[in-house]
């Protein structure tokens, strides 16, 4: 009897053993997956992931932007904001210039998840911001920037590797040479958001 005692007391501790060791791994896996998330899928899991998308408080330094994102890319994020109350705008933020999300201590979880991409690459996961800032070139359209110096409006004229071209005139005039008071450089390092 004795004998039987001992061994189902080692059973016991073994099973114990294994069960705490694989609760360790399964823990240090999610750590390390974690450790691999980017802001910009946190991002996407919190307002896309959401049914019918969210909103997500975005702070761009000093700012708070609400925003209801609705594409994401490698390296920008997109979607819709209302400025002061008017009509909702387009507005791009590169993930560069974001200093903070505000979330809800509620949602950390959701902020946490893996979307399903089925398996295959999305093409805006490798679309950088200067390839949307070359769509907006080619298209001619008048853009508020604003940046860590101020806000300016005007048409992206060209775009660099890092920096773009801005042809500064009113919001509601049209690239007319004789509208243009200046020609604008702006690295994308300065840039915060951009309006359309």
Known sequence: MRWDDLFDDL???????RDAEERDER???ERRRIGRLLLRERVE??????????SVTIELGAERLVMRPTTIGRDWVSGETSVAGARS?????PVAAITGVIIPPGDVVRSLSVLSSAGAPRV???IGFAFVLRDLCRRRVTTEVHTVGG??????DRVGRDHLDLAVHEFG???????VADILL?????VRRILI
């Open 173 to 179: 005039e049209a690239r007319r040479h004789r509208n």
């Open 186 to 190: 702006l690295p994308f390092a300065a």
């Open 124 to 126: 805006s996961d490798r």
């Open 45 to 54: 899991a919190l307002a896309i992931g959401a049914r019918g998308g969210a």
């Open 151 to 156: 806000v300016r409006t005007g048409t992206i």
């Open 11 to 17: 059973e016991s501790q073994l099973a114990t053993e």
């Open 89 to 93: 705008r387009g507005c791009i933020v």
């Open 27 to 29: 823990a240090d896996e």
